[in-house]
């Protein structure tokens, strides 16, 4: 577990991380990253107790690591400390139920969906709910959908083609959205690939957000045995959302310290789905029978996005479209950072650090918001009343799938 600790003695107390913080910014609970992050890692030891809670309030949102010139990993230091303190003091309830999205997707969707979601939409249970297991009554919860992608791809079967590509779809488009994994692979099979959706668990995120690492590592390892068997066979992993992808990655082989040939394999052949489409294009393989859509659209780039340091590939790629513009947003966050906003005592923290980018999206005009995260597209959406959707579903209906 040596290299994270070892990247704080590159820090310089250059004070970069504190100013770009957006959690520092607008919290006094939060001390700021070097505080938190490099300077407080040097009283940290296994045999003794986390000294500072406040770690607790880092959001993840990896911001910091994109501005600190020395290239500490100050957010996968906080992650790490925060583990720490689980191990500890014990996790909440609250924190065990959010950070296991999948078993909570599973019992959410099915025929009982419906109801489920009018249950939520209703103010006295949402109050119920944050007096019992403190989820704030505003948080945006999606609405779980009454079939999930894995039934609709399994009724309608899989398709041949002439080359094969895996689809890691993650708990968002499994049990809430659907029709995102359905136009992935509209588009993949639209450019030949056979689509093969092997079983899958949550990528783990949520656990590591939340300190259980241990859980984290087990639904890992349950991921990586899934798709080993198909990366040596040449065959490239690539997934529509960009934290889950990012967690495959990097992010659950860092913190927790897995060194194993097959998960560096997999991580090596895991993409985000733009990141793989933007290969293609560059090869020439990608087709570009666009139907034209005049539209000028707000775009967010996630913090998770960011983090892949692959520049903007949903841009590229969309810039092929005739007649679509995409504005940027120049936001830091959207706050809501998976589960943190969640939370009772983090929610407004949560809305005051991504008001930028909600005036941004107002400002636009636009009736529709593009994002590659599903929960900041839940947060935009629930800040400003505007429609949000993935990337891939505005090349796929350019494609008319």
Known sequence: MGHLEDSLDQCIKCNVCMTACPVAAVSPHFPGPKVVGPQAQRFRHADQPVPDASVDYCSGCRVCNEVCPAGVRI????????????????????????????????????????????????????WVMEQVIQIHRDAPLPPASRHTFGHWFRQRGQRRGLRQVVYYHGCSTQYYEPWVGQAAVAVLEHNGFEVIVPDQDCCGLPLLSNGDFRSAERQHRYNVAQLIPYVRQGIPVVGTSTSCILTL??????????????????AAH????????????????????????????????????????????????????????????????????????????????????????????????????????????????????????????????????
């Open 75 to 126: 957010a996968e230091l906080n992650a790490r400390a925060r583990a720490q303190l689980v191990a500890a003091q014990g996790q909440s309830l609250r924190n065990r139920i959010i950070a296991r999205a999948g078993l909570v997707g599973r019992l959410s969707s099915g025929p009982h969906a419906p109801l489920l979601n009018m249950g939520l939409g209703l103010r006295p249970l949402r």
């Open 249 to 266: 990655k990097e992010e659950a082989p860092e913190l927790l310290d897995l060194t194993s040939q097959e998960v560096a394999d997999v």
């Open 270 to 401: 895991t993409y985000d789905i733009f990141e793989f489409l933007r290969t293609l294009a560059e090869r020439n393989e990608l087709k570009t029978d666009f139907r034209a859509i005049s539209r000028t659209l707000p775009y967010h780039p996630p913090c998770q996005l960011r983090a892949h340091r692959i520049g903007l590939p949903a841009l590229d790629v969309l810039s092929l479209i005739p007649g679509l513009r995409l504005v940027e947003s120049q936001a830091a966050c959207c706050g809501i950072a998976g589960t943190y906003g969640l939370k009772r005592e983090k929610y407004a923290l949560a809305m005051a650090v991504g008001a930028p980018l909600f005036q941004f999206v107002r400002e636009s005009g636009s009736d529709l918001a593009l994002c590659d995260s599903e929960t900041c597209r839940w947060q935009i959406s629930h800040a400003t009343g505007v429609t949000t959707k993935h990337p891939i579903e505005i090349l796929a209906a350019a494609y008319g799938l």
